[in-house]
């Protein structure tokens, strides 16, 4: 009989550097990880804190290129790794969001430059070997330690102009991840409380965020939240709300972090009668016994986040083709995914209606 303390556990080398004003601490991490020249990458939303990047590192950048965009598109990628070399960066230092670390992450692929990350969100993919590239809609991803970054810094004073809205849906994309990776396959003891802690700091950091943007403190416990639940993306393998995520916004182009908070709420009401653990662990975080999925939707509502998918552009008729695309490869989830099930849930998504337990 499997018991919960049957595991295997594979920690990833991660460095991490927290705290108002960790930046300073770049050039610093530079030096340490050996690099010379490293080319700064950012979207093109960020070019002039990556400007300010570069001056703090001085002769250490060789290139600002702020082409990053959503989902890694191949000629993007292409453009960013034929700069690395004509430049001859010997690293990168990626400043942004998932689009930013992403684009890293595939010169990363191409050339084995590591990676340092100053992300600015709360999404994750600085914990994460996980890279992404996306091809005439269709988004592949894969795994390569190559691609995890050598070095992160956290400050939260740069997550200070991101959006209320954008700071929400990032936060709850964070969240996203803990709760799979409580119900995942690869579960483990160490991932559990790392999970769970990082849903607490999130759930309670989010409403002061939207409270005051500028409250250093609840940015600081946001993005520590956001490390923790990012490491747990890195450490195990996700299910179906990353599956139907992956699969809207590869078909579709819906945004990433909003797309994910509005569908977290119907696939925690679709998994969780067979999570009892994740429940529980859920439970503890969220500061109530009520079902997880009613209380993400309502915490979610509450600070403004969209509640639709329709509202997020996609179209009822759309519906189909997402269910069929999520049922296209198998993958291991607490509960049966049948396609009937799968449309009654981008239903009540794609509505905005409550979850349905
Ligand atoms: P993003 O990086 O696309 O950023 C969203 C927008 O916010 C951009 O316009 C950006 O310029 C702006 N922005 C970012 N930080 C800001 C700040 N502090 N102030 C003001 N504006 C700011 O968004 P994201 O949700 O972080 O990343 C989404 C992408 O990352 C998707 O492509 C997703 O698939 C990928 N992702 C990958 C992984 C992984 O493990 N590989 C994990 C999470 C997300």
Not at 153 to 159: E, N, Q, S
Not at 202 to 225: E, F, I, K, N, S
Not at 259 to 283: E, F, I, R, W
Not at 318 to 342: F, H, K, Q, S, W
Request: hydrophobic letters at 45%.
């Amino acid at each position: 009989m499997k018991t919960p303390l049957d595991f295997a556990y594979q920690a990833l080398p991660m460095r991490v550097v927290m705290g108002t004003g960790a930046l300073d601490r770049l050039a610093d991490e530079i030096d340490q990880a050996g690099l010379k020249r490293v080319m700064v990458l950012c979207t093109p939303g960020q070019r002039e804190l990556a400007e300010t990047v570069a001056g703090l590192i001085g002769s250490r950048a060789a290139d600002i290129h702020p082409h990053a965009r959503m989902h890694v598109p191949t000629e993007s990628a292409a453009e960013a790794q034929r700069r690395a070399k004509e430049v001859s960066a010997d690293g990168c230092v990626a400043v942004g969001g998932g689009s930013a670390i992403g684009l890293g992450k595939i010169v990363a692929l191409k050339y084995g430059l590591p990676v340092i990350a100053v992300p600015t969100t709360y999404s994750g993919s600085e914990m994460t070997p996980v890279w992404g590239l996306t091809e005439n809609g269709v988004k592949r991803t894969g795994r390569d330690p190559r691609v995890l970054p050598v070095s992160v810094l956290y400050d939260p004073a740069l997550t200070v102009p991101l959006p209320t809205a954008v700071s929400v849906t990032s936060g709850v994309n964070a969240i996203a991840h803990a709760v799979e990776a409580l119900w995942a396959p690869d579960a483990s003891p160490v991932i559990d409380l790392m999970a769970e802690e990082g849903v607490r700091a999130l759930a309670t950091a989010l409403p002061d965020v939207a409270a005051d943007g500028t409250d250093l403190d609840a940015r600081a416990r946001a993005q520590y939240g956001a490390w923790l639940c990012g490491a747990c993306l890195g450490a195990t393998t996700m299910s179906l709300h990353h599956k139907l995520c992956h699969a809207l916004g590869g078909s579709l182009d819906l945004p990433h972090a909003a797309t994910h908070t509005v569908v977290l709420p119907h696939a925690l009401a679709y998994n969780q009668d067979a999570a009892p653990k994740a429940v529980a662990a859920l439970g503890r975080a969220l500061g109530t016994p009520a079902d997880p999925a009613t209380t993400v939707w309502n915490l979610a509502g509450r600070l403004g986040a969209p509640r639709s998918l329709g509202e997020l552009g996609m179209a009822e008729d759309d519906i189909d083709e997402i269910v069929r695309v999520a049922l296209a490869n198998p993958y291991a989830n607490p509960r049966e995914v049948t396609a009937e099930g799968l449309g009654q849930l981008l239903y009540a998504a794609w509505s905005g209606q409550p979850p349905i337990s």
